[in-house]
């Protein structure tokens, strides 16, 4: 085994898991789940059939993470965060062929509690408060907060706020590393 596993975690036969990956108590990976190196799965999470997990992603503990979710390498999720993957459930209603994907790019934050209606993109390096309810795509290195989430600033690779307007153009400086952005009708990139 190249992955660490708590005792009272539950691998399903099948599953796909990368070395130096690290699934805590009370774990639950279902068998065509493909999981990266380099991960940790927090207490009580779950993992459906068909979700790939890239690399280095932190999952903290109580998140579910159900069919037709994609997380791509570095990505975070905060304690208790939601995916959803059917957008009008019903219990009688059978709509498993109704799943709407949602993709999670690299180095994507999502903070503890917040929800991710199916159906979206979040960029890459977004950063999605505690607490936000998110049920349109976010741009990349967008901080969004709230219910619904808005976009309320602009975040670097290494997680400090830009000096950037909202919309319109611009350029500034990660505080903490010197990394240059630009932003221009409405695309947040590194210079």
Not at 5 to 20: C, E, F, K, L
Not at 44 to 65: E, L, P, R, T
Not at 82 to 102: G, I, L
Not at 111 to 121: D, F, K, M, S, Y
Request: hydrophobic share 40%; charged share 15%.
């Amino acid at each position: 085994m190249t992955h660490d596993q708590h005792p009272t975690a539950i691998v399903d036969a099948g599953a796909s898991i990368g070395a130096g990956s690290r699934i805590w108590h009370w774990v639950h990976v279902c068998g065509g789940a493909r999981i990266g190196r380099n991960c940790s799965l927090g207490q009580n999470v779950f993992v459906a059939n068909d979700v790939v997990i890239g690399n280095n992603v932190k999952i903290q503990n109580n998140v579910s993470i159900y069919d037709a979710v994609r997380l791509e390498d570095d990505v975070f999720c905060g304690p208790s965060m939601v995916f959803t993957n059917v957008h009008n459930p019903r219990a009688a209603v059978v709509r498993k062929s109704e799943y709407r994907p949602t993709l999670v790019k690299h180095g994507a934050s999502l903070g503890a509690n917040c929800t991710i209606v199916c159906g979206v993109t979040i960029g890459q390096y977004a950063f999605v408060g505690a607490g936000a309810v998110v049920n349109r795509d976010v741009p990349d290195f967008a901080v969004m907060v709230g219910v619904p989430a808005r976009q309320i600033g602009w975040m670097s690779r290494h997680g400090e706020t830009l000096s950037l307007p909202i919309q319109g153009s611009g350029t500034a400086t990660c505080p903490k590393t010197g990394e240059r952005y630009v932003l221009e009708n409405g695309i947040c990139r590194p210079e």
